[in-house]
């Protein structure tokens, strides 16, 4: 008799399990009921995670931070601040250490520390840029299609705009250090920026489909995925990181 | 709920202040323990609540109701606070070890809720909750985001992998993981 696999098991607990006689067998097989009983204990424990407890009146509280943004309608200009102000800034740091960089490689060949310095703002910098990337891309793929008329991304346009900007920058500074693979990967995501900045600030189902495809065709969201889990792993080595 | 949910959202889109409100005091806490869930950290916790509402207001008119405007708001609460603990690690400003229960923290009992028509009834200890808290801590950021939205919020496997843009197997195995890490840390203590 097979046993159940321990992938199997989680599906049940969770009651995703498809039709494959999983209950059946667990009354059958006393192993198989001994994992799944292990199991169950360590997730209930899980339950025990502690969350801090909110005061009676929480609800009032953030009503009265949220109510003037809402109330004035200003949360859209706030929204659009403020990951341009972060991404300026960053830029700003980035072009600073680039040419602090290029400054103490005239001035002192031991300074050794420059690349290093330079590359650690830049994967800080870009690794940002694309996380921001990554919410507006994620906002598009996941919208829901105007069943009749238009659907509004006039926010993600402006995000997309703003995004633009930054994304000039890290590449021209990714291209100067000659990091080719970030070079190739801010191309890609500068033009699908540019594809949504350009698009109706309505679009209809026809429209969002294929924005979608043109983000799906570009295997965009992967690639910025996949770069975000590079960074963790060289940033979990600062000694040895290698360049981007 | 998710009737009378659909109804402030309608009130809501028309421009009533006072029907998003509701969806304010309806959701806040569950949004406030997702974030803190998600993030270990009290005061990023506040933040995800007023951004997640923020941001929620201004993609209202989009919200369609293919899914419960719980499980939507969700998915922007749990995507901001990836994107925050992102932040917070690269510029090692926060560890997510602020959320583990302190070392003398007094023992804590608590009677696990059932989940099971037969389910076991365990007293577990401050020092499980310690656990669990390291645990989840060491669980990669999608790891945890896919864990979280599935065994808290109840979120299915489709639904996550849609929050997340993940296909649905790679949103199946980072819950297998978490699991695996969750299974490998408490199963010494819970079987004891």
Known sequence: ?244 | MEDSDSLAVARAKAGDGDAYRLLVDRHSRSVFRLAYRMTGNEQDSEDVVQETFLRAYKQLQRYEARSSFATWLYRIAANYSLDLVRRRKRHGEVSLGDARPEEDAPEMVHTIPSRDPAPDRLVFSGRVQEQVARTLDELSRQERTAFVLRHFEGQSIEEISGALGLSQNAAKHSIFRAVQKLRRALEPLVTQ
């Not at chain 1, 001035?107 to 650690?120: F, G, L, M, Y």
């Not at chain 1, 829901?144 to 920058?169: C, H």
């Open chain 1, 1 to 244: 008799m097979n046993h159940l696999s321990e992938e199997q098991l989680v599906l049940y607990y969770y009651g995703e399990a498809g039709p494959d006689g999983v209950e059946d067998h667990l009354g059958r097989c006393e192993s198989c009921r001994g994992s799944y009983q292990a199991l169950q204990r360590v997730l209930n424990s899980v339950d025990s995670f502690p969350v801090p407890e909110r005061p009676a009146e929480y609800e009032a509280q953030v009503w009265r931070a949220l109510e003037g943004k809402v109330a004035r309608g200003r949360s859209r200009a706030w929204f659009a601040w403020k990951p341009l102000l972060a991404a300026a800034t960053m830029a700003a740091l980035v072009a600073g250490a680039f040419f602090a960089g290029h400054r103490w490689q005239r001035r002192d060949a031991r300074a050794a520390a420059d690349p290093q310095v330079r590359e650690r703002v830049l994967l800080v910098a870009v690794g940002d840029h694309l996380e921001r990337s990554q919410m507006v891309l994620l906002e598009l793929a996941n919208a829901g299609a105007p069943k009749s008329g238009a659907l509004d991304i006039s926010y993600e346009q402006r995000a997309a705009e703003d995004l633009i900007e930054s994304n000039r920058l890290y590449r021209a500074t990714a291209a100067s250090a000659g990091d080719v693979a970030t070079t190739s990967l801010l191309d890609d995501l500068e033009r699908v920026l540019l594809e949504i900045a350009h698009s109706p600030s309505s679009v209809s189902g026809k429209q969002l489909e294929a924005l979608r495809k043109e983000i799906e065709d570009r295997g965009i969201l992967v690639k910025v995925k996949l770069f975000g889990d590079q960074v963790e792993q060289k940033e979990a080595a600062p000694q040895n990181a290698p360049s981007l």
